[in-house]
């Protein structure tokens, strides 16, 4: 089976791209290259080197190869850099879809899991989050994958195009075996940060904010590993060719934990010190987010493998320990 994957030299696309070539797929890649690492694209998939809003580019993509499915990671997804760019963000993110929902139609390619956010959901007013709550987006970045969500809907009544959309919590770690990891440039998430900050090649880190609503002040996130996060791509496509119907799922441990926990387990798995100092708010930062993962788990058949954060640190950290200048080897480590 041939799946295009959109993305897929990015940070999760790849690691999608990896368990796909493990799991027998042929995979097709699409990546501009703008966010993505040329060093993270599998030897064994092919690579077409393009924008997915560029139409004709994307049409000759779907005419020479034969695709059975599609992923698709392709998108910016930096809450506070969507804070400042919005208009770039609905550029990439919603026309970039809307494009690709254009070409799948025309070329009768009719199944396509994609990456959504938690973000989509706003400031809940309880957690755990189920998929049903209310979506207020507090950030530009929500509200573009709210709108890839829509979009997709009514594409699926009108073209039938099937889809599984995937409400990511926040991602980390990196392949068990080190093989790949996250590296962004710049690198703006809190655990690679955190890492750098072990490394030495940051003095400190900076919490963006310590008078949330919360019990340390700090934001709370739920983290999941990257791997158990593809896991739940494939469990999707294979839902979707079982006749599934489309639909929504959380991505995440059902577990919240604050900056300043994560700090802590950054320095119990690394055993390095730690220095901090609180700046302001990150515009669009809502207080906590946790994922219900009962939908996923009981409709796809998903299961947690990394359940704790300990686990999710020691292979980012392997990682950025064999890797710390990332995929980019020439490049010098320097304070910032
Ligand atoms: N964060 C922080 N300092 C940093 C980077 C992130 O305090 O240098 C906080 C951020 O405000 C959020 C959490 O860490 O509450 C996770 O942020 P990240 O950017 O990793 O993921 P996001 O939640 O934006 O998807």
């Given at each position: 089976?041939?799946?295009?994957?959109?993305?897929?030299?990015?940070?999760?696309?790849?690691?999608?791209?990896?368990?796909?070539?493990d799991?027998?797929f042929?995979?097709?890649i699409?990546?501009n290259?703008?966010?993505?690492?040329?060093?993270?694209?599998?030897?064994?998939?092919?690579?077409?080197?393009?924008?997915?809003?560029?139409?004709?580019?994307?049409?000759?993509?779907f005419?020479?190869?034969?695709?059975?499915?599609?992923?698709?990671?392709?998108?910016?997804s930096?809450?506070?850099?969507?804070?400042q760019?919005?208009?770039?963000y609905?550029?990439?993110?919603?026309?970039?879809?809307?494009?690709?929902?254009?070409v799948?139609?025309?070329f009768?390619?009719?199944?396509?899991?994609f990456?959504?956010?938690?973000?989509?959901?706003g400031?809940?007013?309880?957690?755990?989050?189920?998929?049903d709550?209310?979506t207020i987006?507090t950030?530009?970045?929500?509200?573009?994958?709210l709108?890839?969500?829509?979009?997709?809907?009514?594409?699926?009544?009108?073209y039938?195009?099937?889809?599984?959309s995937?409400r990511?919590?926040?991602?980390?770690?990196a392949?068990?075996?080190?093989?790949?990891?996250e590296?962004?440039?710049?690198?703006?998430?809190?655990?690679?940060?955190?890492?750098?900050v072990?490394?030495n090649?940051?003095k400190?880190?900076?919490?963006?904010?310590?008078?949330y609503?919360t019990?340390?002040?700090?934001?709370?996130?739920?983290?999941i590993?990257?791997?158990?996060?593809?896991?739940?791509h494939?469990?999707?496509?294979?839902y979707?060719?079982?006749?599934?119907?489309?639909?929504?799922?959380?991505?995440?441990n059902?577990?919240g934990?604050?900056?300043?926990?994560?700090?802590?387990?950054?320095?119990?798995?690394?055993?390095h010190?730690?220095?901090?100092?609180?700046g302001?708010?990150?515009a669009?930062?809502p207080?906590?987010?946790?994922?219900s993962?009962e939908?996923?788990?009981k409709?796809?058949?998903?299961?947690?493998?990394?359940e704790?954060?300990?686990?999710?640190i020691?292979?980012?950290?392997?990682?950025?320990k064999?890797?710390?200048?990332?995929f980019k080897?020439?490049?010098?480590s320097?304070?910032?």
């Amino acid at each position: 089976m041939n799946i295009l994957v959109l993305g897929g030299a990015g940070y999760i696309g790849s690691h999608a791209v990896y368990n796909l070539i493990d799991n027998g797929f042929n995979v097709v890649i699409v990546d501009n290259l703008k966010t993505g690492n040329k060093g993270a694209i599998h030897s064994k998939a092919k690579f077409y080197d393009g924008d997915i809003r560029n139409k004709n580019f994307l049409k000759t993509v779907f005419k020479n190869e034969k695709i059975d499915g599609v992923i698709h990671f392709a998108a910016n997804s930096l809450v506070g850099e969507s804070m400042q760019k919005p208009l770039e963000y609905f550029s990439n993110n919603v026309f970039g879809t809307h494009v690709l929902l254009e070409v799948m139609n025309e070329f009768n390619v009719k199944n396509i899991v994609f990456s959504s956010s938690a973000a989509v959901y706003g400031e809940p007013e309880v957690v755990p989050i189920f998929e049903d709550f209310s979506t207020i987006p507090t950030n530009t970045y929500g509200e573009t994958k709210l709108m890839m969500e829509k979009m997709m809907k009514w594409s699926s009544l009108a073209y039938g195009i099937n889809y599984v959309s995937l409400r990511y919590f926040n991602v980390a770690g990196a392949r068990s075996n080190a093989e790949i990891g996250e590296d962004h440039s710049p690198e703006t998430h809190l655990i690679p940060l955190i890492l750098k900050v072990a490394l030495n090649q940051m003095k400190e880190i900076t919490i963006y904010g310590n008078d949330y609503d919360t019990y340390d002040g700090t934001c709370i996130r739920d983290y999941i590993h990257v791997e158990d996060l593809v896991d739940a791509h494939l469990l999707a496509l294979n839902y979707l060719y079982s006749g599934g119907k489309s639909d929504t799922f959380n991505l995440g441990n059902n577990r919240g934990y604050s900056v300043l926990e994560i700090i802590e387990a950054v320095r119990r798995v690394t055993k390095h010190q730690i220095p901090f100092k609180i700046g302001t708010r990150r515009a669009g930062d809502p207080s906590i987010l946790i994922a219900s993962n009962e939908k996923a788990k009981k409709i796809l058949g998903w299961t947690v493998k990394h359940e704790e954060i300990d686990s999710i640190i020691n292979d980012a950290w392997n990682w950025h320990k064999l890797n710390p200048t990332g995929f980019k080897k020439n490049l010098t480590s320097q304070f910032n």
